[in-house]
């Protein structure tokens, strides 16, 4: 037997060898990686963390929602924290594992007559990817409502406070510095269970109205440049809704995102952002950079 998939399984995580990505991504895009690791607590993620961190390189995944993946091999291990779930509600105050889908804290939001992040029902992800990106919607972003992250930074777990945080948009102290967040310490105001739902509800609705989230996707593709220009409107204005390139499109009901039509390889999604990149750059002069993260091993292709 593999002597690291031994030492990892003995430290309380499941491991799987040579998994391919595209089972774990939205997109359904990405090739095989040497380890899938998948801590069942915080503790054995941190004696995964050590046992990687002295034999492969690995990333961190959540559930994989806003991530783009290489179609060839990987020679990595990926730690996916979706195990990590747990919430602790202390009044106004939570306390979230990053594993935990941001539909389920919304749901047990609700449930404790807590409001505040409403807006976020509906968007996939969970919570740790949420704070890594500074997730947003509506106007509203989750920054908002985080007091305190607990990280994992060279082998110690510590709490940063929001001060430490550098929220901005779609952007994090996190983008900038190598930690895995473990915990996030939540506030929000008590509310009335029947208007918390029914807020949920109205932002579910726009979403399924609006978005494509009955095919893959990786979630909208692009930062918003400045807040004055609307990015999938641009697109859309360029009459490129529905412009293909494989099996990736640009989605015919919201331009800001690509879909996987059918069999899309990463190269078809890579080729497709540049075109609209280099479009948008033509008619508006404005440089798009991309929201979604991207992992490859070569150069851009």
Avoid at 82 to 94: A, F, P, Q, Y
Avoid at 146 to 162: H, I, N, P, Q
Avoid at 170 to 196: N, P, Q, W, Y
């Amino acid at each position: 037997m593999d002597k690291l998939f031994s030492d990892l399984y003995k430290v309380g995580c499941d491991v799987r060898m040579f998994e391919r990505l595209s089972c774990h991504t939205s997109m359904k895009i990405g090739g095989k990686v040497r380890y899938l690791v998948l801590p069942n607590d915080v503790v054995s993620l941190e004696k995964a963390v050590e046992l990687l961190g002295r034999n492969i390189p690995f990333q961190i995944m959540g559930l994989g929602t806003n991530l783009l993946v290489q179609d060839e091999d990987l020679e990595i291990a990926v730690l996916k924290t979706e195990r990590l779930n747990h919430v602790e509600i202390k009044g106004e105050k939570v306390v979230v594992e990053s594993g935990t889908p941001l539909k389920r804290l919304c749901l047990v939001l609700m449930e404790t007559e807590l409001e505040g992040l409403e807006f976020a029902y509906g968007i996939p992800g969970s919570v740790g990817g949420a704070v890594y990106m500074n997730a947003g919607a509506y106007g509203k972003e989750i920054g908002e409502f985080v007091e305190a992250v607990e990280v994992l930074r060279e082998g110690k777990r510590y709490w940063l406070s929001k001060s430490d945080l550098f929220f901005g948009y779609r952007d994090s102290v996190f983008r900038r510095e190598k930690m895995i967040i473990t915990r996030v310490e939540m506030r929000f105001r008590r509310g009335k269970k029947d208007l918390i739902k029914r807020r949920m509800d109205d932002f579910l609705e726009k979403r399924l109205e609006k978005q494509p989230i009955d095919l893959p996707s990786a979630g909208s593709v692009f930062k918003r440049p400045r807040n004055d220009f609307y990015v999938g409107k641009a697109i859309e204005s360029l009459g490129l809704k529905g412009y293909t390139i494989g099996g990736a499109q640009i989605s015919k009901k919201h331009a800001g995102f690509i879909v996987n039509i059918g069999n899309a390889t990463f190269r078809d999604v890579i080729h497709l952002i540049d075109f609209v990149k280099k479009k948008v750059k033509e008619r508006y002069g404005v440089d798009l950079e991309t929201e979604v993260e991207i992992w490859w091993s070569g150069k851009r292709l």
